[in-house]
């Protein structure tokens, strides 16, 4: 078996990779990382160089295990927060770009990163067939690191079983971190959801969903074949609208929204939001059988309580009735917790070559994993529902 590093996915077969996915967590489809790299989202000129390791069978065919990675020459775009690490090194004279981050590209959405075949077959080669090749790939990484000068490795919202693996692992250190997420509880509808919060938060959502209904907004979801270039250049207008007005990053460009609808669209959905004849406001999502997940949005005016309309409501009434369970609406906002978001763990898994930099950090990490765990326990004793989930 050999590891060989592909500096663009288009390399890599599209069925042959999917077919290591364990779910169907949209983020990782070779369909969704190809169009950011074809559509000039992730290339070196904007400081994310694809990198990704695949590791192959003898027959130079069959895929045994894969870790998707990008070169980075800065921390934008990846939601786990760094900066005070590359400032540091700054001020001991050492570069902490490039390094090599595995990761789905502004994407803060926790799932599977180390694509490892469960053939029937190749489990049976090895009792501990999972963890040797998410060694082999990590091992690969690193070296990758040494050999080019790169500072270090950072796996950013691993699941939950990469991040119990390498809690295993005192060469690397795991990272807490904090999401606010909706679950559904078996909900009958979304009356019923509200009837599980206490009054205060009750009366506040259904006082802000009647000002939509009041100022005759309406809205619609649009999905598969329905998304159109039409839909699809509105939607992107909404999303460059908040850019512009909060003075970010524009990551995303209108090539990749018009290749969602023509090569994801079973993963897509956006929704708008109607006032008359204009359409006012809009949401990017994206789904996987079971978890919906809010991205981007954006509005002409300031309507009262469209953001929370297009950002929450609706996406939990669509979730209701669609059965699915999970809904995630991005990083960070504790309004979240108040709309009936619960705050949820969050991994990612960090490895830096200089050692006396990994034995800071590793105390970083530490100290900050305490605040996190104090965090959610005091957030957890204010929780919106009548009896904690």
């Known amino acids: 078996m050999s590891i060989v590093i592909h500096s663009a996915l288009a390399e890599v077969n599209c069925e042959r990779w999917n077919a290591l996915l364990d779910d169907d967590y949209p983020f990782l489809k070779h369909q969704f990382l190809l169009g950011l790299e074809k559509t000039g989202c992730t290339t070196a000129e904007n400081g994310w160089t694809p990198t990704h390791f695949v590791e192959y069978a003898a027959d130079q065919e069959t895929i045994v295990a894969a870790l998707p990675c990008y070169e980075k020459t800065h921390s934008y775009g990846e939601y786990i927060f760094d900066w005070a690490w590359a400032d540091a090194y700054y001020r001991h004279g050492v570069d902490y770009y490039p390094k090599l981050s595995s990761s789905v590209p502004f994407t803060p959405a926790s799932g599977q990163r180390f694509l490892v075949n469960q053939s029937e077959e190749l489990a049976k080669s090895s009792p501990d067939h999972y963890a040797n090749h998410v060694a082999k790939l990590v091992k690969q990484a690193q070296d990758y690191c040494t050999d080019n000068g790169l500072s270090g490795w950072h796996g950013l919202f691993i699941n939950e079983q990469e991040a119990a693996h390498f809690e295993n692992d005192p060469n690397v250190f795991v990272r807490h971190s904090n999401q606010f997420h909706w679950q559904n509880q078996g909900y009958s509808s979304f009356d019923d959801f509200l009837n599980r919060l206490n009054a205060k938060k009750r009366k506040n959502i259904k006082r802000e969903r009647r000002r939509i209904t009041e100022q005759e907004i309406t809205y619609r979801w649009i999905s598969g074949d329905e998304l159109t270039p039409e839909v699809m250049q509105t939607m992107y207008g909404f999303y460059a609208r908040t850019i512009q007005m909060y003075g970010a990053q524009a990551y995303l460009n209108r090539g990749f929204f018009d290749y969602l609808a023509e090569h994801f669209s079973d993963n897509t959905m956006v929704l708008l939001a109607s006032f008359g004849d204009q359409t006012i406001a809009g949401g990017l999502y994206f789904k996987s059988d079971n978890t919906l997940y809010g991205r981007y949005w954006g509005a002409l005016h300031n309507f009262h309580s469209v953001h929370f309309e297009t950002c929450y409501y609706q996406a939990i009434e669509w979730c209701i009735e669609h059965g699915y369970s999970r809904f995630e609406a991005g990083a960070q906002g504790e309004h979240k917790h108040a709309r009936g978001l619960s705050p949820s763990r969050t991994y990612s898994a960090h490895w830096l070559q200089e050692p006396q930099f990994h034995a ?27 009896n904690e989930l």
């Open 360 to 386: 800071a950090i590793g105390q970083f990490i530490e100290q900050e994993q305490a605040h996190i765990e104090s965090y959610q326990k005091d957030i957890s004793r204010h929780s919106p529902y009548r």
